[in-house]
């Protein structure tokens, strides 16, 4: 796709993920437009087309796939199809840029890697907080030392149960692990994951266990695990999905040996630094369509013009943490 001065996308599954935060993206970023829609219900397809001025829909993947004037494919579809769908559209000769975690285990992941190697297809996978602002400030302030050799992270992610009222057929696909790969853990701790490998390297070492505590659904809802970096950073988690609201925290603290790091990965709040020169608090407003900054890396590209912070090979390695972290409640990780 060297020749080509733009590239127009096509996406599959065209949910709520792609209204506000994605799905824009590919219009307003530069040398980028989408021009092709899929959703299995062809209504609610035509219907987002309409809305979001797209000149194309299908309700069937295979035929996006195979549009000729589709140059490359964002799958936003629950994890289940992300490795069906990224081969058959890289066998077709199309880039992939798909959402996270990039499948439901370690072994798709691979698999949906082989083809991108087999065909030469570039395959990148949506963890756009590489490139927001804060996050980009706290990699910044531990490469210079702002608190002296980075030591330990802790990560504490608490939420209430929004299934709690719910009946089965009324909850999210998130708790299914056979359409998700596990629970909200594989969800929200794939994006705190692939951070850390961002700023620290990658994981070589991992522990955890994962339970269900409440019996709300059949994926776990409380994790704990330790971890470590091949850089010697070494980690400790917590996540529970069924929570009081007394107890609700988002929070990544990194401890080095001359201060430390806090920031929320979820919700709104500011980057505090505590050091030798007291404490200071960085305020950021992320982009209207929060995945814009990595969309715009991906398009350049697959364009030939740049190179993505977050790539197949990298979300990878978070697919396999994940998998280790909840493996004891689901045999077939093991």
Not at 34 to 63: C, G, Q, T
Not at 112 to 137: I, N, Q
Not at 239 to 256: Q, R
Not at 270 to 284: A, S, W
Request: glycine residues 8%.
């Amino acid at each position: 796709m060297e020749n080509k001065n733009i590239i127009h996308w096509g996406i599959i599954g065209v949910g709520d993920v792609t209204e506000v935060k994605s799905g824009p993206a590919f219009n307003k970023s530069k040398n980028s437009g989408l021009i092709a829609v899929m959703r299995r219900n062809a209504e609610k397809a035509a219907d987002y087309a309409r809305r979001h001025n797209v000149p194309k829909w299908y309700s069937n993947a295979s035929e996006l796939i195979n549009d000729p004037e589709v140059d490359a494919v964002y799958i936003a579809t629950p994890p289940e199809s992300h490795a069906q769908y990224a081969i058959e559209a890289m066998r077709a000769g199309k880039p992939v840029y798909v959402e996270k975690p990039m499948a439901r285990n370690h072994r798709e992941s691979m698999e949906m890697l082989k083809v991108s190697e087999e065909t030469g297809m570039p395959l990148c996978v949506a963890y756009y907080r590489r490139t927001l602002p804060a996050f980009l400030k706290v990699k910044e302030l531990v490469e210079k030392q702002a608190i002296g050799k980075p030591l330990l992270v802790n990560i504490k992610l608490y939420k209430q149960a929004a299934e709690k009222n719910q009946k089965r057929e009324e909850m999210h696909w998130h708790v299914f692990p056979e359409i998700a790969g596990a629970g909200h853990f594989f969800d929200l701790a794939s994006h705190q994951f692939d951070y850390l490998d961002f700023v620290f390297g990658p994981v070589k070492e991992v522990s955890g266990k994962a339970e269900n505590k409440a019996g709300l659904y059949p994926a776990e809802d409380t994790v704990t695990g330790t971890w470590k970096h091949e850089s010697g950073v070494t980690g400790t988690g917590s996540w529970c999905f069924v929570a009081d609201a007394s107890s609700e925290k988002d929070e990544i603290e990194i401890i080095g040996e001359k201060g430390r790091i806090v920031l929320p990965c979820f919700s709104p709040g500011n980057v505090i630094l505590q050091n030798e020169n007291g404490t200071r608090e960085y305020e950021f407003t992320n982009p209207k369509h929060i995945s814009q900054n990595l969309v715009q890396q991906v398009s350049n590209e697959f364009l030939g013009q740049g190179k993505s912070v977050s790539t197949g090979i990298s979300a990878a390695r978070t697919s396999w943490v994940l998998d280790e972290m909840v493996k004891n409640y689901y045999p077939e990780k093991q």
